[in-house]
C-alpha cells in the first residue's frame, strides 16, 4: 500500500480536514483541535506538531505532539498524542512509522525526548519506547502508563 505521511505544518491546507478527522476519531471538541493545528500552521515553536498519513485524499492514520496530553505530570512534556489509525489500515505497520517519523521530525527542532499516555500494553514497546510510570489523566479514575523515548539528536 502507498502511503504518505505529511506535517501539517508543511501542509496547512489540510488543517480543516485533519482537525475534523482527529475530532472524530477521539471525542475532543474540534475547537481545540483548530486551536492546535493552527499554532502548528504558524510555526512558533517546536510544540504543538501534527502528522498524517494519507492514502490519497484520505487520511488514514495521524498523531499530534502537545505540551500535555491531560495528565498531571506537566514535567514530562512534550507529550505524543491521538495515536489512531483507521481499522481497515491497521497491522500493517503504519502507527510504527508514523511514531518514528515524530521522533524523527522533532529532532530537527532540537527534541530528544518525548512521552506518551496510553491504556495499552506492549504495543509501544515494539516502537522502541519504555514504559516510565504510572499517571493520573485528568478526569480519569484510574492512572494510565506513561512511555518515554529518548534518541540522539
Not at 486551536?35 to 498524517?52: D, F, H, I, L, N
Not at 504510572?134 to 478526569?139: F, L
Request: aromatic share 12%.
Amino acid at each position: 500500500m502507498a502511503y504518505k505521511i505529511l506535517s501539517l505544518r508543511k501542509h496547512g491546507e489540510l488543517l480543516d480536514k485533519a482537525a475534523g478527522w482527529f475530532h472524530q476519531k477521539w471525542g475532543i471538541p474540534l475547537e481545540a483541535y483548530q486551536e492546535s493545528m493552527a499554532q502548528c500552521v504558524k510555526q512558533e515553536g517546536p510544540v504543538p506538531q501534527w502528522y498524517m498519513a494519507m492514502d490519497g485524499e484520505a487520511i488514514i492514520g495521524g498523531l499530534g505532539v502537545i505540551e500535555n496530553d491531560f495528565h498531571a505530570r506537566k514535567d514530562l512534556s512534550p507529550n505524543v498524542c491521538a495515536v489512531y489509525v483507521e481499522e481497515t489500515h491497521r497491522c500493517q505497520g503504519i502507527a510504527g512509522k508514523l511514531l518514528n517519523h515524530v521522533c524523527e521530525d522533532m529532532s530537527g527542532f532540537g527534541i530528544d525526548t518525548l512521552y506518551l499516555l496510553t491504556d495499552h500494553t506492549s504495543f509501544y514497546e515494539r516502537y522502541g519506547w519504555e514504559f516510565l510510570c504510572m499517571v493520573q489523566g485528568d478526569g480519569e479514575d484510574k492512572p494510565s502508563r506513561m512511555y518515554v523515548r529518548h534518541w540522539s539528536t
